[in-house]
């Protein structure tokens, strides 16, 4: 038996009354679960206890070899009121939910990630104002507990980011997957910006935009399968 905390990312109705829930786990990364939920607010297995992004504890018995876990019992971790009240968040939380099932797919066993990404998320729910830089920050700084973290210590002025190697260059890159330097030089400063501080970056929303593309291009060279994310439209809309 098994007791950890986890990340819902989405849920896939499965016959009458299953779900297939897709989670990151602190314990065990990437885990999938076939649920029955309950139609009684009061049974154990309820489906709001399955919206994307909620942070929930699950009890289960791990099987190594099977694709899909059967969950015990499920708590409610850590209340996330505001991610689903709040217009501009739950849209955000949209696109981050399915910008996750994709980067993480792969995860195993990867505590850091998962502690990442509940701080990320609780840190979002407890403020008002000064997020709407949130989406790029969370980006960047994932890609330092999955592997591709560009190294900051690099940076030039008036140089290229090259996406493939994950570095700045002041040399074009022979491939085609580079940022030129007015563009790479947000990119630069999204690396060094943290959740506190990263409502002095003033963006317009099609400067905005443009580093969201540029990151989920990134995203794409460096996690197989990485495909167009369908969210995307809604978040494009978000702020001014």
Same mark, same amino acid.
């Given at each position: 038996m098994t007791q950890t905390q986890a990340v819902v990312?989405? +849920?896939?109705?499965?016959g009458d009354g299953a779900l297939v829930a897709d989670m990151l +786990?602190?314990?065990?990364?990437?885990? #999938?679960?076939?649920?029955?939920?309950?139609? #009684? #607010?009061?049974?154990?297995?309820?489906r709001q206890l399955f919206m994307p992004l909620t942070i929930v504890e699950v009890d289960f018995d791990f099987r190594l070899k099977a694709s899909l876990q059967r969950i015990r019992d499920i708590r409610m971790a850590k209340p996330l009121p505001s991610l689903s009240m709040h217009p501009f968040k739950l849209s955000m939380t949209m696109f981050l939910a399915e910008f996750l099932t994709h980067a993480t797919r792969d995860e195993r066993d990867n505590g850091p990630l998962f502690q990442f990404v509940a701080y990320s998320l609780e840190w979002l729910d407890s403020v008002s104002t000064g997020f709407s830089n949130f989406h790029l920050v969370f980006m960047m700084r994932m890609s330092r507990f999955i592997g591709f973290f560009p190294n900051v210590e690099d940076v030039v002025e008036n140089g290229y980011f090259d996406l493939l190697n994950a570095c700045f260059t +002041?040399?074009?890159?022979?491939?085609g997957h580079f940022v030129v330097p007015g563009e790479? #030089?947000?990119i630069a400063l999204l690396l060094r910006l943290t959740y506190q501080t990263m409502h002095l970056c003033a963006m317009s929303r099609d400067e905005r935009n443009r580093c969201t593309e540029v990151i989920l291009e990134y995203y794409g060279l460096h996690v197989p399968g990485f495909p167009p994310l369908k969210s995307l439209p809604v978040l494009r809309e978000l702020f001014v």
């Open positions: 990312l989405r +849920t896939v109705k499965y +786990t602190e314990r065990h990364g990437r885990v #999938s679960f076939m649920v029955r939920v309950s139609a #009684s #607010s009061k049974g154990r297995l309820r +002041t040399d074009v890159p022979r491939h790479a #030089s947000k």
